[in-house]
Each structure stands twice: as structure tokens, then as C-alpha cells.
């Protein structure tokens, strides 16, 4: 049996009539360029999000760069960031000439440890930018009381944690400015690329508003050198066609999840945990094998024709293009030991339990040696 390691078809399928119509209001309006349809889009996701602002951007890696810019990261400053992430979590930080500081990963969630937080700050540090991996909140309650302490904002990735809540509170209440993705494989996909800035506070709203638009209040006019990080109509209609189902596919998500976590049980993996002060979105569900053995399994999965992907094989302060920052192998050992041991397992809502079942039965019979 097939197990791709996400559907996208299977979901086009059951939403192609109220997508294909938002796409010809498109259109039929002829109005590409942010607009009504990214102005609607924006006052949706506020109240999803619970957030007083939504600045539709061009993807999620323009969200992060234009927050950044937008609590005035400059070269020299430095970013506090997780060495267990998507690489723009780091790459735009070093894009302004900033340095990225790493703060190792919890094991058990993989997300920045809150208790190494404090001896990361120095007077340079102008941001903290913790992840959401995964689909589950970073610990922001207990970040936000540092940073809060400190006077230094906090920016959060959350492009794998729409609609996740942490305490009771949404991605999007927490930090001064939280960044989504819509990259088609994500919770919430656009048919391209496309991203979202949350923001409470008006002022820091305002900047990326502006910001978004190479900088100018009026036209023509720049106070400051911005970008072109401007979200398009069509993706917004996309977009806003397909957020009243985010509820539904986020609990059947969570139902797979329940149903790979009774499956696997005694698969001899590590499952995903989940604390229970979080909602888990589930945007991957991600095992750990342990002892080497995490590439032959995804090498027999492959040839069972059961997707799965490694997010992400190589730490970030072990990237290439970080050399200059000196950090070794052994710097940040949760986070290495993550990137061997991770994989991410076939994870949408159309997933069947037969499907899963299969999945979870190939995985055992592997790990016993089968
Ligand atoms: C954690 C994280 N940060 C940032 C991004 C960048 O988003 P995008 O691909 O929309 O630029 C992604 C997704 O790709 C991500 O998973």
C-alpha cells in the first residue's frame, strides 16, 4: 500500500468548488497586488489568530525578516534562535548582518530550552526568536517572562503552528510579532508561496506595513529602506477559502496523531510529546529512532512506498554557511542528537487508519529486525 507522505490532491478534492470560485473573483477583479481579497484574508486570520493585526507578506521567510527589521535588528546585533529549526529561522537573522546565538532545544519537544535562555542575553541581544516546531508552541509563557524582564521583544516562528495553543492562548497572543507560513505543505497552504505577520502592538504593526512596501507611508515616499514582501490576491482568495476548514483538518490531525501514538506503542521508537498545557497542531509527527538505525528505516519505508522526510538532518550551527560563527560539533548536543535521530512519518487529514496501520506495522516489524 502507498502512504504518500502528505496528500495535497486528496484535500483539493474536497474544497475545489470554493477555491476555483475565489480564484476567478481574482480574476475577474484583475486586482493582483494586496487589495480587497488580502485585506479580508487579513481581518480573518486576526480573529483566528486572536491578534489585533495581520499583515499579509510574501512568504513565511519575508514574515520573519521584515519582524526583524521592524524591531530594528542591525548588523552587530545579535538573535536569539534555536539550533533546531528550518534554516530562515537563523538565515534572515545573519541577511541584516546580525549574529545568530543558538539556545539549545528541549529534548523532549524540540523547542528552545527556556531554562538557557537567560545565559544567552547579553546587552547586544535585540530579539528572541523561538520556534514552534512541529505544530507545538514553544515554552512562551516562561520566554516572555525573561524577555519581558530584560526589554528585549520577542519574535515568534510560528509557520508550523497555526491554530496551536499554548495555556490557552493562540500563536499570535504571546509575542509582539509572530510570523506564519503558508508554503503550500504547510497547516494552512497557499498554491505558492505566501506568509502572515501577527502583531498586538500598533505601533510595530504599522512598521511592517510599511516595511512591506519598500518602506513608504505614501507612495513613492521611503523613510526607510524595505521590500518587496508584499502577499498576493490570488494566494489571499486561496487562502481565505480554505481557513473555515483549518478547525476540522487541525482535530483530524490530532485524532492521527492519537491513532500513530496507540499504533506504536511498543514499535521500540520515540513518539512526539506533547505537554499538556499545549495544543499540538500536528503539522508533523516526527519519531525518534534511536541507536543509527533512523536512515536504514527510512531507507526500508522508501522501498515499502511509505513517505517520510528528515526535518532536519544538520543542526544549524553545523551549516556551512554559519562557519565564520566557530561553533563546533558538541556545542549544542540536544540539537544534534535530534537531527540524527528524527523522522517524520506520513501526516494530513485523509490519512486512513489502514493506512497508519501499515505504516505502524512496517516500522515494527523493522525494528525488531524484520
Ligand atoms: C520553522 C519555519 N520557519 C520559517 C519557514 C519559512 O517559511 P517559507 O517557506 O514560507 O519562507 C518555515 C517553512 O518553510 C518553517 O518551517
Redesign the pocket.
Known sequence: MKVPLLDLQAQYATIRADVDAALRRVCESQQFILGKAVEAFESQMAAYCRSRHAIGVS??????LCALMAVGVRPGDEVIVPPF??F??AGVVARLGARPVFVDIEPQTFNLDPGRLEAAITPRTRAILP???FGQIAEMQAIGEIAARRGIPVIE?A??AIGAEHRGRRAGEYAALT?L???P??NLGGFG???MILANDDALAGRCRMLRVHGAQREYFHDEVGGNFRLDALQAAVLAAKLPHLDAWIDARRQRAATYDELLADAGVGRPVAWPHNRHVY?QYTIRVPEGRRDALAARLKQAEIGCKVYYPLALHEQGCFRSLGHRRGDFPVAERAASEVLSLPMYPELTREMQAHVAATIAGFMRGG
Open positions: 512568504s513565511g521567510t519575508d514574515a520573519l529549526t528550518f530562515a529561522t520556534v514552534d516546531l516562528d509557520a508550523q510570523c507560513s503558508f508554503f505543505t504547510k508561496d505566501g506568509g503539522h
